[in-house]
């Protein structure tokens, strides 16, 4: 049993550098903090090494809440279990056909290469209508050879995935309990389980990452579990899903595509929280970490959820997940002039070993971070995680050598002109979740966070005409504290696929409490303290003929047909700006996201109020030169932790803390607010 003098809260997110970790104590309001490097290979270690940083006593912890790119990363680079597919006869090629497109836009060139091999997918006989009538009886001695032929190559994981089962899935459920017998482990995914809608290649390419990702994320768990009992640990370890939610880890390989996103949605989490509090809504998050950055949109203080994500080519995931996009450019994205000539930047990354040269742990090849540093926008001296730093002129020489030499400049001109590629990019990605989708970005606040976010984010919104700035308290540990604040979530998808003017509105009915039921249910089974349960309720709809899907919210669970109408044609007005009266609506799926709500933390103590000085001149630790679009200015650094409580700093200006460092521009100005974020107001006057 846990201590009944438990009372702490642990949130720790592994990211492709760096491992952060958040401790609240919710008796005394005690915040400690930890951010160590990653250690790939188990990603455990890097878990246990934070807790140790901040000297964490686990026998009186009362909840771990974890966020993991371990299936993220096993997708990304295919290092995946070896998994077997049984489909219906004539359909084994679906994961590979994929849609209509093409791995480069244009030309006919490019690779794919499908989860799962041909030589893995077995077919058997078996038919079911579109209206789930049986065509074919399921031919159950095919079946049980079929698994023990891909038993016999070596699965260790099998997908069932017929074509029809979202209409009645009685044959995939047969061939489930016929497999079950003869398969050595858990790792038996039916494809409706997952998504029970009529596309047959998105519900096989998730049915099938989840089967390949089981294993690995199993294991894991296991691993960084046991290793946490060792250690005094005797709670549950919550692990954080794509959609911003949390299961425990008991269950959560049991849909271990769920987690897929994982890291990056615990960010989102946060930035809703954050925003909220300080009465700011409308967001657009910007993390930029290590590796990568992942940006997302938040309105009404609700951040956005789709289940259409594409995580690369020919990838569909189709479980609802909150929507980031992600480009390879992080602190650690190399920087490289090509054989043509010109300059740039990512997607590779120094990671976090040897990481950029600034680290001091053997890296040569430039990087952003190092960029920032031969622009003196970051002090070598405070570095975290940086055990054996090098010189700014040591930097600036491989920079000059690396980067400049090719383009016959010295080191600050292409420091300055790597900062404005990462930037270009980053400013693409806030396009796709803002202009693409019909969002103005200038009607909203940038939450800028992760270890470099801060450092770039006056640039990219006065790239995109965003107004205002909200640095949290905590920039480069955010994803850890949205681990502590996230709530129990579950989300369900149910296909219908019918035009709304014949569709049975009793049948959607039915289905949303059924969802209403099951969410409530399995939240039940978690035994995580709950202040109460909450409803979202939606469906996906499109005009007949069409292919994209939009979602359409509503405020009940019994609909009725002409308010769906009205709904949808207003949302696809909304997005396209045009009507299409004279064309039928097609109702797709119905959707239910069931939120159990977790006790609300007071945040307060992020930063240690003891620290605070009575004036912004006391909280000054130096000047330095710093390069600003083309010249050198005097610029003044701040310690965070020793701002007063009310502030207000005119640009140029630096303000460090222990997990990042805040750029604030020329012509810009910053303050503080009640809850102890920054606001920084883009071109403001001096």
């Not at 090098?390 to 020489?397: A, G, H, K, R």
Request: charged content about 20%; hydrophobic content about 40%.
């Amino acid at each position: 049993m846990v201590s009944v003098t438990a009372n702490q809260i642990v949130g720790v997110d592994v990211g492709g550098t760096f491992t952060d970790l958040v401790l609240i104590n919710q008796q005394t309001k005690e915040v400690r903090l930890a951010k160590v490097p990653s250690t790939i290979d188990n990603q455990a270690f890097g878990v246990l090494n934070a807790l140790l940083e901040a000297d964490v006593d686990l026998a009186t912890v009362a909840l771990i809440i974890h966020g993991t790119t371990t299936t993220t990363n096993a997708v990304l680079e295919r290092k995946l279990s070896k998994t077997g597919l049984i489909t219906t006869r004539g359909f084994r090629d679906v994961l590979e056909l994929g849609r209509r497109t093409r791995p480069q836009a244009y030309g006919m060139k490019g690779e794919f290469v499908p989860i799962i091999s041909r030589d893995l997918r077995i077919e058997v006989t078996e038919r079911m209508d579109a209206s789930g009538a049986v065509v074919t009886s399921l031919d159950e001695a095919e079946v049980a050879d079929a698994a023990r032929k891909l038993l016999a190559v070596g699965c260790e994981s099998v997908v069932i995935h017929f074509l029809h089962p979202y209409a009645n899935p009685a044959h995939e459920q047969r061939a489930h309990e016929i497999v079950t017998d003869i398969w050595p482990n858990t790792y038996v995914t039916m494809g409706h389980t997952l998504l029970s809608e009529s596309r047959e290649f998105e519900r096989g390419v998730t049915a099938a990452v989840n089967a390949s990702v089981q294993p690995l994320l199993e294991r894991y768990i296991k691993r960084l579990t046991d290793e946490l009992g060792q250690n005094g640990y005797a709670g549950d370890v919550l692990v954080m899903n794509g959609n911003g939610g949390m299961v425990s880890s008991k269950f959560v390989a049991r849909e271990a595509a769920k987690t897929v996103m994982s890291g990056p949605a615990s960010g989102v989490m946060a930035a809703a929280y954050t925003g909220r509090a300080a009465g700011i809504e409308n967001l657009i998050t910007y993390d930029m970490g290590g590796t990568s950055t992942d940006v997302a949109l938040i309105r009404n203080a609700q951040p956005s959820v789709s289940n259409e994500i594409e995580i690369e080519y020919a990838m569909p995931i189709h479980v609802p997940m909150v929507d980031v996009r992600t480009v390879g450019a992080g602190g650690g994205s190399i920087a490289r002039v090509n054989s043509a000539g010109l300059l740039e930047v990512g997607p590779e990354s120094a990671g976090a070993n040897p990481g950029p040269i600034c680290y001091g742990n053997g890296g040569t090849r430039p990087t952003i971070s190092d960029a920032n540093l031969v622009l003196q926008r970051l002090d070598p001296g405070k570095l975290k995680s940086v055990e054996a730093g090098v010189s700014i002129n040591t930097v600036t020489d491989l920079f000059e050598s690396e980067i400049g030499k090719p383009l016959q400049l010295g080191a600050v001109e292409p420091a300055a002109a790597v900062i404005k590629v990462a930037n270009t990019k980053m400013a693409g990605a806030i396009r796709k979740v803002s202009i693409s989708l019909g969002a103005d970005p200038r009607d909203f606040s940038l939450f800028a966070f992760g270890g470099a976010g801060p450092l770039h984010a006056a640039a990219l919104a006065r790239e995109l005409g965003i107004p205002q700035i909200l640095i949290p308290c905590r920039p480069g540990i955010t994803n850890a504290l949205g681990c502590v604040v996230a709530d129990l979530r579950q989300d369900f998808v149910n296909g219908i696929n019918a035009p709304l003017d014949s569709a049975d509105m009793d049948r959607v009915h039915s289905i949303f409490a059924k969802q209403m039921t099951d969410g409530a249910a399995v939240l039940e089974r978690q035994n995580i303290p709950l202040k109460r349960i909450t409803h979202t309720f939606s469906v996906d709809m499109q005009f007949v003929g069409q292919t994209h899907l939009l979602t359409v919210p509503l405020d009940t669970a019994t609909p009725d047909r002409e308010s769906l109408r009205k709904l949808f044609e207003g949302v696809y007005y909304d997005r396209f700006r045009v009507e299409l009266a004279e064309i039928k609506a097609n109702l797709v799926n119905v959707k239910t996201s069931v939120i159990g709500e977790r006790e609300t933390l007071d945040l307060s103590k992020l930063i240690d109020p003891s620290g605070r000085k009575a004036s912004i001149s006391d909280a000054q630790t130096g000047v330095r030169n710093v390069y600003f679009d083309g010249g050198w200015q005097q610029t003044p650094i701040y310690w965070r932790d020793h701002l007063p409580e009310q502030f207000t700093i005119d640009g140029p200006a630096i303000v460090e803390q222990m997990d990042t460092t805040i750029l604030i521009e020329p012509d810009d100005q910053a303050r503080s607010d009640a809850h102890g974020n920054i606001l920084i107001t883009v071109g403001a006057p001096s």
